[in-house]
Each structure stands twice: as structure tokens, then as C-alpha cells.
């Protein structure tokens, strides 16, 4: 059974620029969550998506969006990158919502941003 | 808010020792999930628990509801067990800065 599938591993790009990371969850799971993990800040959560609808989001601006399509497949955007965007950003998959079910993670996609 | 401390924040312990990694939060929570992360990003789900204790090979895990507070022990310590543990009570919204644990073989 294939795992949580995170694509790009790596990126590098410009300040200003903006960028899609892509999110492949385990087959049958609807909710996607998505975290950025920095050495100062530990890991904290961006937002979920279940069933194509975001259910919560975190502390973050409206620079960091995200989706989800009816395959579950999700997607994040940083538009207009900065400097201190530059992180390991993990999503992680669960086969349903709430705190009862367990997650997986994807292997992340670490973004450097010059 | 739910504030989560863990400690101790970094161990170094001899191969063979015992280790217990402690998390404490502010809020009450009905499941509480452990993690592991080793060097290079990758995040492992090692236990979830609501209540009592967990047991999987070496590691174990214990909750108590009331007190607010987890712990997790691992026995027989091996150098394979180095990485960051990390605490997530509430619903994987919130998260321990995680432990960094590296064991001397």
C-alpha cells in the first residue's frame, strides 16, 4: 500500500516568487493535513482538508493557501515567498476527521527560499 | 489555548539505559499521539492513546487524563532509537518542540 506522497522533495526559489507543493494521500484517506516545520518553531499546522472543504486553519497569512480535489490529492500555495518561508513543509493523511484517527506523514518537501 | 511542554528538551544517554521522555498540556484532551522523527524529515505515528498505557516492542507509552500528562519510555535504549519524539495532544493541531534524543553506543 503506497504511502503519503509529497512532491517536490526539494525546491529552491526567489524571493517574491510563489509556489505549489503537492500532496498524494494514502488511497481511501479524505483528510489532508499540512505543517511547516522550522528549527526555531517546531512543527506547526498550516491547515486540514476533508472532503475537499478546509475544516481548520492555523495562525498563518493569507499568503499560505491550499486545496483539495475530489481524488483527496491536495495542494498547497505560498504566494509571494519570504525569506522565513523557507521550511520542510510535511502533510500528513488520516482516514477520517478528528482526534480519534491516527495520521501518516509524507516524507515532506523541504523549500529554501534566496 | 493548549500549551504543550515537553521535556527533557535534549537526552544523551548510554545504549542500554532506560529513557523517559515526559509532555504535559494545559487543556483537556480525549487522545494524545506520539512521534517520531529521524534525521533527514521523515514523521512515524508511533502510539495514539486516550487512556492507561500502550505498549509496542521497546517502547511505551502512558497517559493519565487528569493529570494532563504523558510520558514515553524506552527500554533497552539502542543507538537506532536517536531522533526527536514529539507530543501532539488535541486534535494534530498542536505539538511538543519534541526531544531530541541521541544514544551513545
Known amino acids: 500500500k503506497a504511502g503519503v506522497t509529497q512532491t517536490p522533495r526539494y525546491l529552491i526559489k526567489t524571493r517574491g516568487q510563489q509556489v505549489t507543493l503537492s500532496c498524494s494521500p494514502i488511497s481511501g484517506h479524505r483528510s489532508v493535513s499540512w505543517y511547516q516545520q522550522t528549527p526555531g518553531q517546531g512543527l506547526q499546522f498550516l491547515f486540514e482538508?476533508?472532503?475537499?472543504?478546509?475544516?481548520n486553519k492555523g495562525n498563518f497569512p493569507g499568503r499560505f493557501s491550499g486545496r483539495q480535489f475530489s481524488n483527496s490529492r491536495s495542494e498547497m500555495n505560498v504566494s509571494t515567498l519570504e525569506l522565513g518561508d523557507s521550511a520542510l513543509y510535511l502533510c500528513?493523511?488520516?482516514?477520517?476527521?478528528?482526534?480519534?484517527?491516527?495520521?501518516?506523514f509524507g516524507s515532506g518537501t523541504r523549500l529554501t527560499v534566496v | 489555548k493548549n500549551e504543550v511542554e515537553q521535556s527533557p528538551q535534549n537526552l544523551t544517554a548510554q545504549e542500554g539505559e532506560f529513557i523517559t521522555i515526559n509532555c504535559s498540556y494545559s487543556v483537556g484532551i480525549s487522545a494524545l499521539h506520539w512521534l517520531q522523527q529521524h534525521p533527514g524529515g521523515g514523521i512515524v505515528s508511533l502510539f495514539m492513546?486516550?487512556?492507561g498505557k500502550k505498549k509496542h516492542g521497546r517502547l511505551i507509552a502512558t497517559i493519565n487524563i487528569q493529570e494532563k500528562h504523558s510520558s514515553l519510555h524506552i527500554t533497552a535504549s539502542h543507538p537506532r532509537d536517536s531522533a526527536v519524539y514529539i507530543c501532539?495532544?488535541?486534535?494534530?493541531?498542536?505539538f511538543g518542540k519534541g526531544t531530541r534524543l541521541h544514544i551513545l553506543p
Open positions: 500528513a493523511s488520516s482516514p477520517g476527521q478528528g482526534v480519534n484517527y491516527g495520521y501518516t
Open positions: 482538508y476533508f472532503s475537499e472543504t478546509q475544516r
Open positions: 492513546l486516550s487512556s
Open positions: 501532539a495532544p488535541d486534535d494534530k493541531i498542536i
